[in-house]
């Protein structure tokens, strides 16, 4: 159980396109996803809390016009990286926490290895 | 402010050996802890948790950690280390229950390598 998935796991694009990354809860139900960006060799960082239904809130230094994050239903949260541009190739890493567990548990995807050329 | 240090980031060991590896955390409140485990190019797996109860936690692949909170420590152990052990660690700090804020603050990693 608790199964979190990524779409797709890793993607090329061209300067000033836009991606978007899919995060799924696959056997739960997921009221919060978190996403996480991840640079070589380095720990990962919190961008945004996204909550089903609302607006996502996203950690300081983070663009929100540039990293688009839709939680439109209770498996699926999507990030769009507007207008990619080489200093956005990274791992992107998203997580999910179980709506019926009490504590506080993330669940986390296998990663999105986004190269912008 | 939640914060996690990870004091070693390179360990070696020979493969048998039996290894620690060290976090300190920082939380105003009952923290919620956790190990989790990161080969290249992959996702995160976890190993182990803690929110209470016993302060010894057994984890998968025969790891196991001590939560001590006089030293707020989680540190990872494992008696014999296994070659495909040779990964990326971290150490997370969250709040225990959902009322106390979602958010899991990460340690900077410990890369652990090998030696057959």
């Known amino acids: 159980g608790a199964v979190v998935s990524q779409h797709p796991s890793w993607v090329i694009c061209k300067s000033g396109t836009s991606v978007k990354i899919e995060c799924r809860s696959l056997?739960?139900?997921?009221?919060?996803m978190f996403w996480y960006r991840q640079f070589p060799k380095q720990s990962l960082m919190l961008m945004a809390t996204?909550?089903?239904?609302?607006?996502?809130?996203?950690e300081q230094g983070v663009e929100k016009d540039k990293f688009l994050i839709n939680h439109a239903s209770l498996t699926l949260s999507t990030l769009t990286v507007t207008s990619a541009h080489p200093e956005d190739s990274s791992f992107y890493i998203c997580?999910?926490?179980?709506?019926?567990?009490?504590?506080?548990?993330?669940?986390f995807g296998p990663g999105t290895r986004l190269t912008v050329l | 402010a939640q914060s996690v240090t990870q004091p070693d980031i390179h360990i070696t060991v020979s493969e048998g050996a039996s290894l620690e590896l060290r976090c300190n955390y920082s939380?105003?409140?009952?923290?919620?802890l956790f190990w989790y485990v990161q080969s290249p190019g992959q996702g995160l797996q976890l190993l182990l948790k803690?929110?209470?109860?016993?302060?010894l936690v057994q984890g998968i692949k025969g790891f196991e950690a001590e939560f001590k909170r006089s030293q707020s420590s989680f540190n990872l152990r494992k008696p014999s280390v296994h070659w495909s052990d040779a990964a990326e660690y971290f150490c997370?700090?969250?709040?225990?229950?959902?009322?106390?804020?979602?958010?899991?603050?990460f340690g900077t990693g410990t890369q652990l390598k090998v030696e057959l």
């Open positions: 997580s999910a926490k179980d709506a019926r567990l009490s504590y506080n548990e993330q669940f």
């Open positions: 056997d739960f139900q997921a009221t919060t």
């Open positions: 996204s909550n089903e239904g609302s607006k996502a809130t996203y």
């Open positions: 939380y105003g409140a009952t923290p919620y």
């Open positions: 803690y929110f209470s109860g016993d302060t």
């Open positions: 997370a700090v969250g709040a225990g229950l959902t009322g106390g804020g979602n958010k899991l603050t």
